[in-house]
């Protein structure tokens, strides 16, 4: 496994190198990936661009132009070269050697061949079968027209390089001419087939799911949309956008692990808002690194914090009051720039001092990432715009990851209706671009999900009780249950109910006021926690108490109400599979009565 993490190094340089290349063939090969970006920008595959293979056990090393992975056809090897109609008719060709004066080329088809060949041989010795899916080669000529190309007199090259291994400069419809050198294969490819080739190629891109027993049917590959982010963006400031449940952590976790298996060198930092997710995110990427054998690096080589953690350490640091507002100042005056990349998860919970500081800890041609989902902004001080915190969040600034992994159709269905009944807060909401407004979000879930609702004359009783029937009777684990309360006050009272009917050890509860080290979600074990303190986890079982606490009575402004209705959102977007809604009787008006009424519609 060591020598299959140093085997394939991908490494990405879109827009690391465009602007400093000074090898005229580099710069050709740079322009033909931005070309070939640009025609397949609506087809869900992934160009890589210089992936580096190293001798090792073969002869000679091998470096390719450009590999692109199609997932319903193959691999296709893009051998780029920068040969233009005169340098062709010029060139000598003397069995399978071009020579252009006293220089020396080798001729692409065989160069291309050869990769081809020994990339085929380094996957079937890793899976000591045929291979799961077609590896095959084209030859790209950005600077060669296929009209020019048919008007060569140089017939030895025609010979050579025949035209149906070739794309050409101009040439339209290029999905389809990609896709048709890989179909030169009579074999279908099947979904699993280029998952298995995915992996063998790209070990470190698989991605334990959080809060879940580790095994291998339980990781997660990312698929071609969350893949291709990790070598879209390695400089400059961008917005990662997507709803709940659609992969922003994910997609974070694996550029920070790919960033620093590329760039040993660099110095990176993930930033999140909770205690709870910082320490998710510590245990995300060391099951990576332990799955996938990567001895290179360790835990200790990302620097994982939260912004209160962020800040204490920087005002300990300059000697100054550990405070946003005077460390923010502090360094808007004096940059401190230590970081090659900072990624940003949760980014809708930062206010904007904490904008100042990432900014002023970013090095020169850094990469900054934020993660963030506008409907999830749940805190005071956040009702911020981009522009208001000196980023531009438009264009090519901005992804977004339209679908929902964790939330079966029946779940968000419910949870984004439960907004819609607030028209000024998706009016609000559609003003930030948000995805979930703009009616981007598609769950890629098979499942439906299930949807329950139950008042109870004493919620923590009826609570602890329903618990009890779904460990007892339905077998479900402890460790797949979470119950969110509506108050932090709340947490010690379902603790003390529920330690009545199940054993006190298969509990954990936390909340804002819990000790630091007390912040973190066990895997075998039941969790207790406010609305608030869930967001970013997830499980399989989620138990919303208290909905008809909400509003909450010391919200008397229509902005406030609007907050608590994105914290109700934040809490049932947590469940993967079924979501139990609960509150007391008597309570049937505010957001119990929209939420009974939802959970009435979707289950009919």
């Known amino acids: 496994m060591e020598e299959l993490n140093r085997?394939?190094?991908?490494?990405?340089?879109?827009?690391?190198?465009?602007?400093?290349?000074?090898?005229?063939?580099?710069?050709?090969?740079?322009?033909?990936?931005?070309?070939l970006?640009?025609?397949?920008?609506?087809?869900?595959?992934?160009?890589?661009?210089?992936?580096?293979?190293?001798?090792q056990r073969f002869t000679s090393e091998i470096e390719f132009d450009i590999l692109w992975l199609y997932p319903k056809a193959g691999l296709l090897i893009i051998e780029v070269k920068a040969w233009d109609k005169e340098f062709i008719e010029n060139l000598e060709i003397r069995g399978e050697r071009f020579f252009f004066g006293n220089r020396s080329f080798r001729n692409p088809v065989i160069e291309a061949k050869r990769f081809k060949d020994k990339l085929m041989d380094f996957i079937k010795r890793k899976l000591d079968r045929e291979l799961p899916a077609p590896v095959e080669y084209v030859i790209y000529f950005p600077k060669l027209?296929?009209?020019e190309y048919r008007a060569l007199s140089n017939t030895v090259f025609k010979e050579r390089v025949p035209e149906d291994s070739c794309i050409f400069k101009n040439d339209r419809r290029i999905a389809e001419k990609l896709i048709a050198r890989l179909r030169l294969h009579q074999f279908t490819v099947d979904e699993e087939g280029v998952i298995k080739l995915r992996r063998i190629l790209f070990p470190g891109l698989r991605v334990a799911k959080l809060n879940f027993k580790v095994s291998e049917e339980e990781i997660t590959l990312m698929d071609v949309y969350q893949e291709g982010l990790l070598y879209k963006h390695s400089r400059g400031i961008t917005i990662l956008r997507g709803a709940a449940g659609s992969g922003k952590t994910v997609v974070l976790i694996g550029k920070a692990i790919q960033e620093k298996f590329e760039h040993p060198e660099k110095r990176i930092l993930f930033l999140t808002y909770t205690n709870s997710l910082a320490n998710e995110i510590k245990a995300g990427i060391k099951r990576v690194l332990e799955l996938e054998e990567i001895e290179e690096l360790s835990l200790e080589d990302f620097e994982i914090l939260t912004?209160?953690?962020?800040?204490?350490?920087?005002?300990?640091?300059?000697?100054?009051?550990?405070?946003r507002h005077k460390v923010a100042e502090f360094l808007r005056e004096k940059p401190f720039p230590v970081y090659d990349v900072i990624?940003?998860?949760?980014?809708?919970?930062?206010?904007?001092?904490?904008?100042?500081?990432?900014?002023?800890?970013?090095?020169?041609?850094?990469?900054?990432?934020?993660?963030?989902?506008?409907?999830?902004?749940?805190?005071?001080?956040?009702?911020?715009?981009?522009?208001?915190v000196g980023i531009e969040a438009s264009g090519r600034n901005v992804t977004i990851l339209r679908r929902s992994y964790r939330n079966p159709g029946k779940i968000v269905r419910l949870a984004v209706e439960f907004l819609k009944r607030d028209p000024h807060l998706i009016k609000e909401l559609k003003e930030l671009d948000s995805v979930v407004a703009n009616g981007e979000i598609e769950s890629v879930r098979e499942d439906e999900g299930k949807l329950e609702f139950y008042e109870f004359e004493n919620e923590f009783i009826g609570?602890?009780?329903?618990?009890?029937?779904?460990?007892?009777?339905?077998?479900?684990?402890?460790?797949?249950?979470?119950?969110?309360?509506?108050?932090?006050?709340?947490?010690?009272?379902?603790?003390?109910?529920l330690s009545k009917k199940i054993p006190e050890v298969k509990l954990h509860a936390f909340s804002a006021e819990s000790k630091k080290e007390e912040k973190f979600v066990p895997e075998d074990k039941l969790v207790i926690m406010p609305y608030k303190s869930s967001k970013g986890l997830e499980r399989g079982v989620v138990i919303v108490t208290g909905v008809g606490h909400l509003p909450?009575?010391?919200?008397?402004?229509?902005?406030?109400?609007?907050?608590?209705?994105?914290?109700?959102?934040?809490?049932?977007?947590?469940?993967?599979?079924?979501?139990?809604?609960?509150?007391?009787?008597?309570?049937?008006?505010?957001?119990?009565?929209?939420?009974?009424?939802?959970v009435e519609e979707f289950s009919r």
Request: glycine share 4%.
């Open 7 to 35: 085997l394939i190094k991908m490494i990405d340089k879109e827009y690391e190198d465009i602007n400093r290349v000074e090898d005229p063939n580099k710069k050709v090969e740079v322009d033909a990936f931005n070309r």
């Open 37 to 55: 970006s640009e025609n397949l920008k609506n087809v869900p595959s992934i160009l890589y661009f210089n992936p580096y293979i190293p001798p």
């Open 145 to 147: 027209s296929r009209k």
């Open 307 to 323: 912004v209160d953690s962020l800040i204490s350490n920087l005002a300990e640091e300059f000697d100054i009051e550990n405070d």
């Open 343 to 388: 990624l940003c998860d949760e980014s809708q919970d930062f206010t904007p001092e904490v904008f100042t500081v990432v900014k002023a800890l970013l090095k020169e041609n850094g990469l900054l990432i934020f993660g963030i989902d506008e409907t999830q902004r749940i805190y005071d001080g956040t009702d911020w715009r981009w522009k208001d």
């Open 463 to 497: 609570v602890a009780e329903l618990v009890g029937k779904l460990v007892k009777v339905e077998g479900i684990h402890y460790g797949d249950i979470f119950i969110l309360t509506a108050f932090k006050n709340q947490v010690k009272d379902f603790f003390n109910a």
């Open 552 to 598: 909450y009575t010391s919200s008397k402004k229509v902005k406030e109400i609007r907050r608590d209705r994105r914290t109700l959102y934040v809490a049932m977007t947590r469940a993967q599979k079924r979501l139990i809604i609960t509150s007391f009787k008597g309570r049937d008006n505010g957001f119990a009565k929209e939420i009974k009424e939802l």
